[in-house]
C-alpha cells in the first residue's frame, strides 16, 4: 500500500494552492458578501484552463486523472465556497453530459467554450416538490418534429441565473417512472427557456442559484444526451460518485480553513494569564479535530483512487460524502466556539464557515438518504473487511 500522492499530484496542488491564494482566497470574504458572480475572477480563472480539467485535450481540456480533479476541488474550496461552487459546477456536472454524450456539434459550440469560460453551464435536475427523489419529477420532454419539447420548471440550478445551457433532467415516458428519465441539453438561445426566481442563499454565496423555466422549449433530436430515451438515473448514478468526494473534499477544506483559523487565535488569544491554547479542553478540540478530519480525508482520496481505478465504489463514495460534511459542522461549530464572540462578527471569516459549511449536508446526497443507502448495504453485506 501507498498512501502517498504522486509527485505529480503535489506539483499539482502546489501551482493550484499559489493559484487560490494569489487569485480567489484574497475575494473570499467580498465574493460572500456581494453574492454576485464573480465574472471578472471567472474570467482570469478560466484563462488558466482549469475549468476544462477533466475534458480531452483537443477540446481545450486537461484530460486529467479523478485524483487531479479533487486535489482542484479541495483547494478551490480553501480559497471560497461561493466561487468553488461556480467553478466545480462547470468543471464537473455541467458540462459532464455533454462532454460524455454530445455530438461534435455540440462539444463545438457548448463544450470548447465553456472550457474557456465563455460560456456558463448547469445542471437541473432538481424541481420545487422533488430533490432527492427523482421519480417526483414532472418536467416532461416529447417528442415532436424530430426533436424534444421540454416543459417545466427547475430548482436549485447553481449557475443558474447567469448560464448559457443547462442539461436538464426531464420525464420521457411517465409510465415507467424513474426509467424514463433523461437528459437533454437546452441552450439559453433557444424559445422558451426562462430565468425564474433567484434563491437567497445562507452560505456559498457569489455561486448564484435559482430557478429555471421551459416553456415549450423545443430542442433538436441530438440534445437528448446518452443512448436513448430513459438512461437518465443511470448516468446520474456515474456521476454521483465524482460529485460526492467532490463535496467531501469540499467539506474538508471548509472545516480545515475553520479549524486553522482558530488555532491561530487560539496561539495569541490570552486569558487567565495565559495562551487559550494552553487549556486542555482547547487542545482536546483540536485532538479530536484532528482525528476526524484526517480520517475524513482518507475516506474521500480512498474513494477518489477507487473511482479511477475504475472499482466499484459507490458506497466508500457515500461513506466519505456522510462521514465528511459531518466532521465539517463539527469542526466548523469548534472552530467558532474558539473564536470566542469575534466568531459572530461579520467582519472575521468564522461565520462565513459556518454558513458555508451547511451546503455540504445536501449536495451529492443527504445525510439520510445516504444513511438509507449504506444502512441497507451493510444489512445486506457486513462493512466488506
Ligand atoms: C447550495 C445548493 C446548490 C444546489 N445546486 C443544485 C444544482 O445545481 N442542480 C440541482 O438539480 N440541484 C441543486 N441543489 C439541490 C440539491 O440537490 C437538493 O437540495 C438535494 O438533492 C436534496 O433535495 P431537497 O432539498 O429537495 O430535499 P428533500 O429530498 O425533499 O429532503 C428533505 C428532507 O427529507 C429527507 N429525506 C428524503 N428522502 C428520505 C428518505 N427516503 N428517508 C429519510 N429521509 C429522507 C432528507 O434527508 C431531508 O432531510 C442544490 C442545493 C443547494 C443547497
Given at each position: 500500500m501507498d498512501f502517498r500522492f504522486s509527485e505529480e499530484h503535489e506539483f499539482f496542488r502546489t501551482a493550484v494552492r499559489d493559484v487560490v491564494n494569489r487569485l480567489i482566497r484574497p475575494r473570499a470574504q467580498e465574493i460572500d458578501e456581494k453574492n454576485e458572480f464573480p465574472l471578472d475572477l471567472w474570467k482570469e480563472f478560466a484563462e488558466l484552463g482549469y475549468l476544462g480539467l477533466r475534458h480531452p485535450e483537443k477540446y481545450g481540456g486537461m484530460e486529467a486523472d479523478v485524483i487531479t480533479s479533487m486535489i482542484l476541488y479541495e483547494e478551490l474550496a480553501r480559497g471560497s465556497c461561493g466561487f468553488a461552487m461556480a467553478a466545480t459546477m462547470q468543471i464537473l456536472m455541467g458540462t459532464y453530459f455533454v462532454g460524455r454524450f454530445g455530438s461534435e456539434e455540440i462539444k463545438q459550440n457548448v463544450l470548447v467554450p465553456a472550457i474557456r469560460g465563455e460560456k456558463i453551464g448547469t445542471i437541473c435536475f432538481t424541481e420545487d416538490q422533488s430533490g432527492s427523489d427523482l421519480g417526483g419529477t414532472r418536467t416532461t420532454a416529447v417528442q415532436k418534429n424530430g426533436g424534444w419539447v421540454l416543459n417545466g420548471r427547475k430548482m436549485w440550478a447553481t449557475n443558474g441565473p447567469v448560464c448559457d445551457f443547462a442539461t436538464v433532467l426531464a420525464q420521457t415516458?411517465?409510465?415507467?417512472?424513474?426509467?424514463?428519465l433523461s437528459y437533454f441539453l437546452v441552450e439559453k438561445k433557444r424559445e422558451g427557456f426562462g430565468h425564474g426566481q433567484l434563491i437567497h442563499k445562507l452560505?456559498?454565496?457569489?455561486?448564484v442559484t435559482g430557478e429555471l423555466i421551459f416553456d415549450n422549449v423545443w430542442v433538436p433530436g441530438?440534445?437528448?444526451?446518452?443512448?436513448?430515451?430513459?438512461?437518465g438515473v443511470r448516468y446520474s448514478t456515474d456521476i454521483l460518485n465524482e460529485v460526492r468526494v467532490m463535496t467531501a473534499l469540499n467539506a474538508c477544506a471548509i472545516a480545515n480553513e475553520a479549524m486553522n483559523d482558530a488555532r491561530k487565535f487560539a496561539l495569541e488569544r490570552v486569558a487567565f494569564g495565559k495562551p487559550i491554547a494552553k487549556y486542555q479542553l482547547i487542545r482536546a478540540k483540536f485532538a479530536e479535530h484532528w482525528a476526524w478530519y484526517d480520517a475524513a480525508r482518507l475516506y474521500s482520496y480512498r474513494a477518489a483512487w477507487m473511482i479511477q481505478e475504475g472499482m466499484e465504489c459507490q458506497f466508500e463514495c457515500m461513506l466519505a460524502k456522510m462521514f465528511a460534511a459531518e466532521m465539517c459542522q463539527k469542526a466548523v461549530d469548534q472552530a467558532g466556539r474558539i473564536y470566542?464572540?469575534?466568531?459572530?462578527?461579520?467582519?472575521?471569516p468564522q461565520q462565513r464557515y459556518l454558513r458555508d459549511a451547511r451546503f455540504v449536508l445536501f449536495g451529492g446526497g443527504t445525510h439520510e438518504v445516504l444513511q438509507n443507502a449504506l444502512g441497507a448495504a451493510y444489512l445486506r453485506k457486513g462493512s466488506g473487511t
Open positions: 415516458d411517465p409510465q415507467k417512472g424513474l426509467d424514463g452560505g456559498s454565496r457569489g455561486s441530438g440534445n437528448l444526451l446518452g443512448d436513448g430515451p430513459g438512461n470566542g464572540g469575534n466568531s459572530f462578527a461579520t467582519e472575521y
